[in-house]
Nanobody, 125 residues
Framework: QVQLVESGGGLVQAGGSLRLSCAAS????????MGWFRQAPGKEREPVAA????????YYADSVKGRFTISRDNAKNTVYLQMNTLKPEDTAVYYC??????????????????WGQGTQVTVSS
């Protein structure tokens, strides 16, 4: 079992930055590929970014590529999402998720085993 707690969300103006954190407890953090997803009102949950167990590879949705950076600190059991040049369309609840599986697509939400409760990010125009 893994517990995930996100933090760092808030209200920011367009063009601004936020850094989300997701602290994990329970089973060994480095066993999990970690991902960030988001869900805007009235829309389906969508993948944002993911990072492999070692942190050696990262993956991004086209909509955030070049603006967002995912990273992890296995010693601190934490994954981060640095979000720069934020746009109003980035407004959503952001969730972190942990995936034990190998060989699955990073962007498939159904492959993730554990989810945090989410943190709200609101970008004003």
């Amino acid at each position: 079992q893994v517990q995930l707690v996100e933090s760092g969300g808030g209200l920011v103006q367009a063009g601004g930055s936020l850094r989300l954190s997701c602290a994990a407890s329970g089973r060994t953090f480095s066993y999990y590929r970690m991902g960030w997803f988001r869900q805007a009102p009235g829309k389906e949950r969508e993948p944002v970014a993911a990072i492999t167990r070692s942190g050696g590879s990262t993956y991004y949705a086209d909509s955030v590529k070049g603006r967002f950076t995912i990273s992890r600190d296995n010693a601190k059991n934490t994954v981060y999402l640095q979000m720069n040049t934020l746009k109003p369309e980035d407004t959503a609840v952001y969730y972190c998720a942990a995936d034990l599986h190998y060989g699955s697509s990073w962007s498939n939400a159904r492959t993730y085993d554990y989810w945090g409760q989410g943190t709200q990010v609101t970008v004003s125009s």
